[in-house]
């Protein structure tokens, strides 16, 4: 099966593209380009809708989640149950919830700036719309979160501005500091890794989507610092003033 176009991957900012349905199965239906991006690094897939593309009253499709099939770049919409499914080869309109996506990009974005702050390898992690969490191999007394929340909205008032680029497999072989998480293999196997750079702030690979500049993820708390092992410290944070 031919690869889809991810278009996710060059504009996170798009809510919706014109598609094609190329597969129908039990798992869930594959298209042949899509803006949902599959659960993986720790950040959740999307849901949203597949409509006709024609503009017809023909069935919704309401997607519960999207995740990663068999290749590194399959993707798979699951439905909700119950819902129909298009036929193959259907022209659709494939529309992500915006909103829940936007808040994916700032927290998933803001984890990266608190990876810049605390100096231990990354042992897990969690996007979420409400709360967001990062797990570090550091010595207890090492993190404060007054400290740490004030580090972050430094970051993000800076406003950073934050892009992708790619490198070789064997590039990422030879620089082995790129890589901050124990938990997470980075995006490779395609010959290319996907580097996530916040200018003059940190380098890592990610395949996740991010926002643009650290001023659009807004002001940040550090909800609490966890133990969760001999020198494992889990730091939840959280958007300030914000509930879905």
């Given at each position: ?32 380009r ?22 017809t ?12 099939g ?30 829940r ?8 974005s ?10 231990g ?11 967001s ?15 740490l929340?004030r580090?972050l ?6 406003d ?25 293999a980075?995006?490779?196997g ?14 890592q690979?990610?395949?996740?989507t991010?926002v ?6 807004g ?11 001999k020198?494992n410290?889990?730091?939840?944070v ?7």
């Open positions: 099966m031919a690869t889809p176009e991810l278009v996710f991957r060059d504009d996170p900012y798009a809510r919706l593209c014109t598609t094609t349905v190329v597969a129908v199965e039990p798992g869930g239906i594959r298209l042949d899509t803006v949902f991006y599959p659960m993986g690094g720790g950040q959740p897939g999307d849901i949203g809708v597949l409509r006709p593309a024609d503009g009253e023909g069935a919704v499709v309401e997607i519960a989640d999207t995740v990663k068999d290749g590194p770049d399959d993707v798979v919409h699951v439905p909700a149950a119950g819902a129909p499914v298009p036929a193959v080869g259907a022209r659709m309109i494939a529309e992500i919830d915006w909103p996506r936007h808040r994916h990009m700032r927290m998933h803001c984890l990266h700036l608190l990876c810049s702050i605390v100096p390898s990354v042992t897990g992690g969690q996007v979420g719309t409400e709360r969490r990062l797990d570090f191999n550091v010595p207890t007394a090492s993190l404060d979160k007054e400290t929340a580090a909205n430094e970051l993000i008032a800076s950073h501005p934050i892009g992708a680029r790619w490198i070789g497999d064997d590039e990422l072989a030879a620089q082995p500091d790129l890589v901050r998480t124990m938990s997470v980075p995006p490779a395609s010959g290319r890794v996907r580097l996530i750079e916040v200018a003059g702030v940190d380098l690979p990610c395949g996740g991010h643009a500049r650290t001023g659009e993820i002001t940040v708390e550090v909800v609490k610092i966890e133990n969760k092992g020198q410290r889990r730091v939840v959280a958007l300030v003033g914000e509930e879905k």
